[in-house]
């Protein structure tokens, strides 16, 4: 059974930084596109950025590119999400999935039609 754990979620002020974490397990033999997704309140939930375990290629919603940062740990079984410039209307609970996918050249799609979730972190942007 895949788990996935997500960290690293709080309180920051306009202009900083945080790094979320999402601790993978259960992963058996094939290809995930493991993914970031955020809900703030009232909002439907969207997609943030994901990543593919076979080529590591990136993909990036419009409204964080150039400011947050998807990458993979050393031992693979953990995705970072970094995020800089972080302003009011990034608050939301961020959420880690993941899905099985058959290796292609396209990116990997931010829809969430993601076959396992984690619980989620709130991260806040306050002053």
């Known amino acids: 059974q895949v788990q996935l754990v997500e960290s690293g979620g709080g309180l920051v002020q306009p202009g900083g930084s945080l790094r979320l974490s999402c601790a993978a397990s259960?992963?058996?033999?094939?290809?995930?596109?493991i993914g970031w997704f955020r809900q703030a309140p009232g909002k439907e939930r969207e997609g943030v950025s994901c990543i593919t375990s076979f080529d590591g290629r990136t993909n990036y919603a419009d409204n964080v590119k150039g400011r947050f940062t998807i990458s993979r740990g050393n031992a693979k079984n953990t995705v970072y999400l970094q995020m800089n410039s972080l302003n009011p209307e990034d608050t939301a609970v961020y959420y880690c999935?993941?899905?099985?996918?058959?290796?292609?050249?396209?990116?990997?799609?931010?829809?969430?039609?993601?076959?396992?979730w984690g619980e989620g972190t709130l991260v806040t942007v306050s002053s």
């Open positions: 259960g992963f058996t033999a094939g290809y995930y596109t």
């Open positions: 999935a993941a899905k099985p996918v058959i290796p292609s050249n396209d990116l990997c799609g931010l829809s969430d039609d993601m076959h396992y």
